[in-house]
């Protein structure tokens, strides 16, 4: 399986980039990814993670401006594309942080609210109402589990995600660089504890006043980092056998020596 993680820059000033000439370029760094079975941007990245200011009056409806351009993007290079995530104002007017993967032909597979929202008593944790559902993918190779920034801090996520059949946790973000350590290491962490292959597409520049990560990364069931971007704006593409997790889980089956968290979903 050949994934590409789209690591675009959200800078501040960058030369009065509007929101939708971004969605134009990164439109045109998806069809670039033709052949690709999965493409993944990162979180927010109309607006920039930490542009607060800005949820609010550039929110869009969940089949708005972003969704017709990145359907139509994933259409044309034919990959399926989680397309990282947008503020989502509901019919209610709620704000929410979500996610959209749009299949090959350029359909709605899914859309994930995040659940767990940052900033403590400001930003997004009082701005952005939290997300309720856990939510899977299937594609003809793996599972795909979804997630979003903040919530990789939180590994009862990704166990109940695993219970539902995830195979590969892909985790948009805007990730700052003050705390990249901590982005690299509960990367390895979540693939290691779940033996899953997770897939982390954060954002470069600075937005809002807050260098971004980047960094970029693909690790696989046992730890290993198969692949890293670096600062700056970058396409990390590789190649992993999906079939490794099974093997992996079959070979050290410590999931199945769990004894707490086994609660139905739900309760």
């Known amino acids: 399986m050949r994934a590409s993680l789209i690591q675009i820059g959200v800078y501040d000033g960058k030369g009065g980039e509007s929101i939708d000439a971004r969605r134009q370029r990164v439109a045109a760094l998806v069809r670039e990814q033709a052949g690709a079975d999965l493409v993944v941007l990162p979180e927010l990245w109309t607006t920039g993670a930490f542009a607060y200011e800005s949820f609010g009056t550039q929110a869009e409806p969940l089949h708005g401006p972003t969704y017709e351009v990145m359907a139509k993007a994933a259409s044309d290079a034919g990959v399926w594309l989680h397309a990282g995530s947008i503020p989502e104002r509901d ?8 996610s959209l993967v749009f299949s090959p032909s350029g359909e709605l597979a899914a859309s994930y609210r995040k659940i767990h929202r940052f900033g403590f008593d400001k930003g997004e944790a009082v701005l952005m109402s939290a997300g309720a559902d856990v939510v899977t993918v299937r594609l003809p190779s793996t599972t795909l589990g979804l997630a979003t920034c ?24 805007g990730w700052p660089e003050r705390r990249r350590s901590h982005w690299t290491l509960l990367a390895q962490a979540r693939a290691v504890e779940n033996q899953s292959y997770v897939l982390a597409c954060g954002t470069a520049g600075t937005h809002a006043g807050v260098p971004q990560a980047g960094h ?13 971007a670096g600062a700056d704006e970058e396409v990390l593409t590789v190649e992993f056998d999906p079939g490794k997790v099974g093997v992996t889980r079959d070979q050290f089956p410590a999931l199945k020596d769990r004894m707490l968290g086994l609660e139905p979903p739900g309760r």
């Open 216 to 228: 970029s990364i693909v690790v696989d069931p046992w730890g290993e980092v198969l692949a890293e």
């Open 150 to 173: 903040y919530d990789l801090r939180f590994p009862e996520l990704f166990r109940r995600l695993v219970d539902a059949g995830a195979e590969t946790l892909v985790i948009p973000a």
């Open 91 to 98: 019919p209610d007017g709620l704000l929410y942080n979500t």
